[in-house]
């Protein structure tokens, strides 16, 4: 594991994933943070399954991913996934979506632990 805080990492987890599947994003926007991010960074099971499955689909638009989320994700063996309780609140506002960019960027820094952010 990459050494963080629990509760924190959980939520920059659940904060992701509502900035991937929200439709204030561009699918593309949404394709190229899905490479960036390694998976292993999602401790929660549950949280890795979703990202792999939203980034598996590609740059599909917003609202048809998440037409098509629950079913993949209870394939994967989350019989009881609800994307609605996972997205809660359902509608980000624009004010929102900088919040969740910023969590998604963090989980990019643990992708990437020893690229950027060193003094030379």
Same mark, same amino acid.
């Given at each position: 594991?990459?050494?963080?805080?629990? =509760?924190?990492?959980?939520?920059?987890?659940?904060?992701?994933?509502?900035?991937?599947?929200?439709?204030?994003?561009?699918? $593309?926007?949404?394709?190229?943070?899905?490479?960036?991010?390694?998976? =292993?960074?999602?401790? =929660?099971?549950?949280?890795?399954?979703?990202?792999? /499955?939203?980034?598996?689909? $590609?740059?599909?638009?917003?609202?048809?991913?998440?037409?098509?989320?629950?079913?993949?994700?209870?394939?994967? $063996?989350?019989? =009881?996934?609800?994307?609605?309780?996972?997205?809660?609140?359902?509608?980000?506002?624009?004010? /929102?979506?900088?919040?969740?960019? /910023?969590?998604?960027?963090?989980?990019?820094?643990?992708?990437?632990?020893? /690229? $950027?952010?060193?003094?030379?």
């Amino acid at each position: 594991m990459h050494g963080r805080n629990i =509760d924190g990492g959980f939520q920059l987890e659940r904060n992701t994933l509502r900035f991937l599947c929200s439709v204030l994003i561009k699918s $593309g926007t949404r394709l190229e943070i899905c490479k960036l991010l390694d998976p =292993d960074v999602f401790a =929660d099971p549950l949280h890795r399954v979703v990202f792999e /499955e939203i980034r598996s689909m $590609g740059a599909v638009e917003s609202r048809h991913l998440r037409a098509l989320l629950p079913a993949r994700v209870t394939r994967r $063996g989350f019989p =009881d996934f609800d994307l609605k309780q996972l997205l809660a609140p359902h509608e980000v506002t624009e004010k /929102e979506i900088d919040h969740l960019f /910023e969590s998604a960027l963090q989980l990019l820094d643990l992708s990437h632990p020893d /690229e $950027g952010r060193r003094p030379d």
